[in-house]
């Protein structure tokens, strides 16, 4: 079974540009979630879905920060436009079935400068 | 609030011995608990889970932990440490209010030969 499936592994942006990430969760999952992890720190909830509805966007930055889950199943989280402090790594997980444990993709470093 | 701490940055253990890294963390009810281990770029991966019963969980890869209520703790043991187990490791709770895990800072594995 594919695991939770992130793209792309690595971004180099200058500082106000757009930046796109994908995830595609584990199949059958229907919570998502984006974390972002700062250089030294653990990983911190941007947005959790379930199904379709973001049911805890609660520490996204809505500024400059989207996210969408369209159908349920992939999600794609935008930054627009990007600041230095952006850099991070950025981690999707997934689970399913009421199950508390989430599984993790490899997430994407971002590197604003 | 829910939070967890660990409290060693980094510990460094020779190859053979054994390691503990501690984990403590602050949550009303029972909590579901977590270890998490992160190689260089790579994703999170569950080393173990605690949920209930038997106070003593194994995990992959040789780790174990032990949940302890009167101490609020949850600390990760392997009996004998292998070079490839340097990596960052990561204690969490999940918090089925918010439906979401929380993570400490993570503690840095060096493993010396």
């Known amino acids: 079974e594919a695991g939770v499936v992130q793209s792309p592994r690595y971004k180099i942006i200058e500082k106000k540009q757009p930046v796109a990430f994908w995830c595609n969760p584990i199949s059958g999952h229907n919570t998502l979630y984006w974390y972002r992890q700062n250089l030294g720190q653990g990983p911190e909830l941007l947005i959790r879905y379930e199904n379709e509805e973001a049911v805890d966007d609660s520490q996204l930055p809505k500024d400059r920060f989207s996210a969408e889950r369209l159908k349920g199943v992939d999600s794609t989280l935008k930054i627009q436009p990007a600041e230095l402090g952006d850099s991070a790594v950025y981690l999707c997980?997934?689970?399913?079935?009421?199950?508390?444990?989430?599984?993790f993709g490899q997430g994407t470093r971002l590197t604003v400068v | 609030a829910q939070s967890v701490t660990q409290p060693d940055i980094h510990i460094t253990v020779s190859e053979g011995a054994s390691l503990e890294l501690r984990c403590n963390y602050s949550y009303g009810a029972t909590p579901y608990l977590f270890w998490y281990v992160q190689s260089p770029g790579q994703g999170l991966q569950l080393l173990l889970k605690y949920f209930s019963g038997d106070t003593l969980v194994q995990g992959i890869k040789g780790f174990e932990a032990e949940f302890k209520r009167s101490q609020s703790s949850f600390n990760l043991r392997k009996p004998s440490v292998h070079w490839s187990d340097a990596a960052e490791y990561f204690c969490a709770v999940f918090n089925t209010g918010g439906f979401k895990t929380i993570f400490g800072a993570g503690t840095r594995l060096f493993v010396k030969a």
């Open positions: 997980a997934s689970s399913g079935g009421g199950n508390t444990e989430a599984f």
